[in-house]
C-alpha cells in the first residue's frame, strides 16, 4: 500500500448524519492536511494538524491524528448534502529538503443524500 | 483573501505540441508546486520551486517538462512535446511557510 490511503473509498450517507474517513500512511511526517474536491474541480484546503497535534476542529470538522499507528481520521458532524465531495488526505513528509512534497491518498468520494 | 489562479481553466491540444500552463501564486508566499491528477487518479506531485529553482521534481517530470518563474507573479510549466497521457488536470500550489499549501483551481489538459 501507499503513503496516504483512504478508506473507505466510498461512504454514502443520510444529510444529518456524521461521516468519518480515515487516512493511513507509513512514514513519519511533519504535518497532515486534508483537502475537499468537488467532482472535476481544485482542491480546497480543508484543516492540517500538525504530528505534534492529536486533535483538531474547525466548525464541522474534526480531524485526529495518532502517529504511532499513522493514521488519521476526518469526522465531519451533522453532514449537508453540499458537502457531497471527494476527501483526500496528504502527508508532508518529515525532511530537511525544502520541496516538502504532499503525498496524497486514493480519496475518499462522499455523497450526503437529502 | 488571497487565491492562486490558474490559466487556462482547459486546454485542448494535438499530441506532439508544446503547451504552457500559467499560474499566479499567492503573492508573498515562497515555494511554488506543480501537480496533476489523470481523470479518476489520485493527485501526484510532479515539481517543487524555491528560491527561482527546482528543489525536487517527481519521477514524472522528465525533460519533456520544465518550469519557469518569469517574472515577480507567474509561475509556468511548459510541456514541450505532449503525449496522449498527459492528458489530466494541473493544480498549481503555493506555500509561505511550512505548512499549508494552496491550491489553484486547475487547468484541464486534453491531448488528442
Known amino acids: 500500500s501507499q503513503q496516504g490511503e483512504e478508506d473507505p473509498q466510498a461512504l454514502s450517507i443520510q444529510e444529518g448524519e456524521n461521516a468519518t474517513m480515515n487516512c493511513s500512511y507509513k512514514?513519519?511526517?511533519?504535518?497532515l492536511q486534508w483537502y475537499r474536491q468537488n467532482s472535476g474541480r481544485g482542491l480546497v484546503h480543508l484543516i492540517l494538524?500538525?504530528?505534534?497535534?492529536r486533535e483538531k476542529h474547525s466548525g464541522r470538522l474534526r480531524v485526529t491524528l495518532d502517529t504511532s499507528k499513522k493514521s488519521s481520521s476526518l469526522l465531519i458532524t451533522a453532514s449537508r448534502a453540499a458537502d457531497t465531495a471527494s476527501y483526500f488526505c496528504?502527508?508532508?513528509?518529515?525532511?530537511?529538503?525544502?520541496?516538502?512534497?504532499?503525498?496524497f491518498g486514493e480519496g475518499t468520494q462522499l455523497t450526503v443524500n437529502p | 483573501e488571497p487565491e492562486v489562479t490558474q490559466t487556462p481553466s482547459h486546454q485542448v491540444t494535438q499530441m506532439g505540441q508544446e503547451v504552457i500552463l500559467r499560474c499566479v501564486p499567492i503573492?508573498?508566499?515562497?515555494?511554488f508546486y506543480w501537480y496533476r491528477q489523470i481523470l479518476g487518479q489520485k493527485v501526484e506531485f510532479l515539481v517543487s520551486f524555491y528560491n527561482n529553482e527546482i528543489s525536487e521534481k517527481s519521477e514524472i517530470f522528465d525533460d519533456q517538462f520544465s518550469v519557469e518563474r518569469p517574472d515577480g507573479s507567474n509561475f509556468t510549466l511548459k510541456i514541450r512535446s505532449t503525449k496522449l497521457e498527459d492528458s489530466a488536470m494541473y493544480f498549481c500550489?503555493?506555500?509561505?511557510?511550512?505548512?499549508?499549501?494552496?491550491f489553484g483551481p486547475g487547468t484541464r489538459l486534453l491531448v488528442l
Open positions: 496528504a502527508t508532508d513528509l518529515d525532511r530537511e529538503t525544502s520541496g516538502s512534497r504532499l503525498t
Open positions: 503573492s508573498n508566499h515562497l515555494y
Open positions: 512514514t513519519s511526517i511533519n504535518n
Open positions: 494538524i500538525r504530528s505534534n497535534e
Open positions: 500550489a503555493s506555500r509561505k511557510g511550512w505548512e499549508t499549501q494552496y
